[in-house]
């Protein structure tokens, strides 16, 4: 009898190794991220109006974005609505306390996101890379959306960089788990550069203050950005919702007035 079940066992295993093991995946998620309004709490110029527009990149972490697992370069699923002047609609003048509908166009993004049995739910998810901006006399229309096309081509490979760092950590530390909280402090140093190395990347200067004397032209503002991330841990529930508000002032680096962001990610 032991012998009869030593035979099924090695039997078994030797299957599972020819044939290859599949583990069971969960069904892919629908999920959609939505930037829904943006309220002007105090658009800062006096009798002027605010002139808001808005940057913004999904991306996707899952099985079908793990290139880095068989090279050292990993490039990030992105999606990258319009950045140009004007595109949240209306008059593009706006007064403090007026909350801004953000188009569909820009603000609504829709994907489904895979189980992976080579990619740990920990590495797994969803997310946007959000920055509000103010016109002002310069860059010109035309400009803005050179500086934008190179923002985005940026922002992809120092994405892919941090992620395939982090990667490594998945696959060489097994002491203590990365946590979702380590990924998005990995990614948070992908998209810091972009906003504060004008010495390095001369075509964000016109993001920054004047550092010598006051400036002879009005230059757009930056009023502020936030990397969302919402990973597929968090979503064990078959359906389900988390809101979310970015606030923007002085203290947190605005440039030009206060500025909340309110949306929501959905899963199904």
């Known amino acids: ?75 990030p699923w992105l999606s990258a609505p319009t950045g140009t002047h004007g595109n949240l609609g209306g008059d593009g003048d706006w007064d403090s306390g007026e909350k801004i509908s953000i188009p569909v166009t820009i603000g609504v993004w829709t994907t489904s996101l895979s189980d992976s049995s080579t990619v740990p739910a920990k590495g797994r998810g969803v997310g946007a890379l959000v920055t509000l901006l103010e016109e002002d006399a310069l860059p010109s229309s035309s400009d803005i959306r050179q500086y934008h096309a190179q923002f985005v081509s940026i922002a992809k490979v120092n994405l892919g960089t941090w992620y395939a760092r982090y990667a490594a950590l998945l696959r060489y530390v097994t002491a203590v788990a990365p946590s979702a909280d380590t990924l998005l402090s990995f990614l948070d140093k992908a998209v810091e550069p972009l906003f504060h190395s004008a010495l390095q990347d ?60 309110h949306g929501h990610m959905a899963w199904k």
């Open 1 to 75: 009898m032991r012998s009869w079940f030593l035979s099924v066992l090695v039997l078994s295993a030797f299957l599972v190794i020819a044939l290859g093991y599949r583990p069971v995946l969960a069904a892919p998620k629908d999920v959609t991220i939505k930037l829904e309004t943006i309220k002007v709490v105090d658009e800062a110029d006096g009798s002027g109006n605010a002139e808001p527009y808005l940057w913004v990149l999904f991306f996707k972490l899952d099985a079908a974005t793990a290139g880095f697992l068989k090279g050292n370069t990993w490039l």
């Open 202 to 261: 001369p075509w964000l200067t016109w993001l920054l203050p004047p550092l010598i004397g006051p400036t002879l032209y009005d230059i757009d503002d930056y009023i502020g950005h936030k990397l969302l991330f919402f990973p597929w841990d968090d979503m064990s529930a078959k359906t389900g919702t988390k809101s979310f508000t970015l606030q923007w002032n002085s203290s947190t680096g605005s440039e030009d007035g206060d500025f909340e962001l």
